[in-house]
């Protein structure tokens, strides 16, 4: 069986007069071959640093998650840094990158710890 991957996003807002549920759902369009989970804290302080993507050369998904500290995330790093997600502490992201992805901590002088999954092949 070949792999695949479904991203679902649930959210409930209950106890205010009335129950709303918000419910969200993507299938990747490629066949993942490849994941890479890791748990990071970044090297340096105030210092953008690269993502290891951990040997995958096609990225379809990323999920990543804020531990401590804010975080901001490049998607398409070319020559500088520049925020196109930030990622508040104890906040999810889930992006599929359009280049290199950089992550860096919102605020100085802080580093961020964060764990993330690499989906791709």
Known sequence: MAASATVN?????LGLGKDLDFVDRFTLTNTPTK??????QQAGVDAAEVLDLGGI???????????T????IDTSFSSSFNAE???LEGEIAIFKPSGTVYIDSQ???EQV???YIVIGR
């Open 35 to 40: 994941s890479h989970y890791a748990y990071r």
């Open 57 to 67: 050369s096609t990225t379809d998904l990323i999920i990543i998650k804020a531990i």
């Open 9 to 13: 996003i649930i959210a409930e807002l």
């Open 69 to 72: 500290n804010d975080m901001e």
């Open 85 to 87: 997600i930030v990622v």
């Open 107 to 109: 605020d100085t002088p």
């Open 113 to 115: 710890t964060y764990e």
